[in-house]
């Protein structure tokens, strides 16, 4: 399974962007990138994911370098429910699609 | 948006005995999933099951665990004979058979064993 590097915690203010990189210089070409996020007492809650192209939704958007061994998850204006922990998963087209979480990066933010 | 139930939300159960962790994934999803939490630590996958079987499972998986599907619906966990060591958040997830798709959890069991 590949795997991804997140920095273990950061912090914003709200109301201002976030962004959240993620590594994974092993992705291999059939791996899709997904971004969940856990809040605190809660179950993993999807976010986001992607392929190849940037991506935008009513959460959030994802952006994937070219070179797709990185991405970043963009939160446009953080509030105080955001807070959670976000864990970005390579997930690939075959076998079982399971995710295989990592430590994720904590998000803090402040009032 | 269609949501994976989990019952009980917590369980308390004596060391040694048996429990079964009830989950009702999405209906037309064919794969399911266990993972447990930890307090504290990561979310680690268990088990997957598709068509009616395991397709994998992890090495926390041993042979105090079983899973099935009995009614077509619902999908338990059941772990035959509880250590305190088993006491986490355990979390049943659905998808459907591919990787550009998004899986569904649901909000968890929390297990204390005692």
């Known amino acids: 399974d590949a795997k991804t590097t997140q920095p273990n915690s950061m912090e914003s203010n709200e109301e201002e962007p976030v962004h959240l990189p993620c590594n994974h210089s092993?992705?291999?070409?059939?791996?899709?990138i997904h971004w969940y996020r856990q809040l605190p007492s809660q179950g993993p809650e999807y976010v986001i994911h992607?392929?190849?192209s940037n991506v935008n939704n009513r959460m959030a958007s994802l952006a994937i370098a070219e070179d797709r061994k990185s991405s970043t998850l963009i939160l446009h204006r953080a509030t105080l429910r955001d807070a959670a922990v976000y864990y970005c998963i390579l997930r690939n087209t075959s076998g079982t699609y399971k995710y295989i979480f990592g430590t994720g990066t904590r998000l803090k933010v402040l009032a | 948006e269609p949501e994976v139930t989990q019952t009980p939300s917590h369980q308390v159960t004596q060391m040694g005995q048996e429990v079964i962790l009830r989950c009702v994934p999405i209906s037309n999803h064919l794969y399911f999933y266990w993972y447990r939490q930890i307090l504290g630590q990561k979310v680690e996958f268990l088990v997957s099951f598709y068509n009616n079987e395991i397709s994998e499972k992890s090495e926390i998986f041993d042979d105090q665990f079983s899973v099935e599907r009995p009614d077509g619906s619902n999908f338990t966990l059941k772990i035959r004979s509880t250590k305190l060591e088993d006491s986490a958040m355990y979390f049943c997830a659905s998808g459907m058979a591919s990787g550009h798709t998004k899986a569904f959890f649901g909000q968890g069991t929390r297990l204390t064993v005692v």
């Open positions: 992607g392929l190849t």
């Open positions: 092993t992705i291999s070409g059939t791996d899709y």
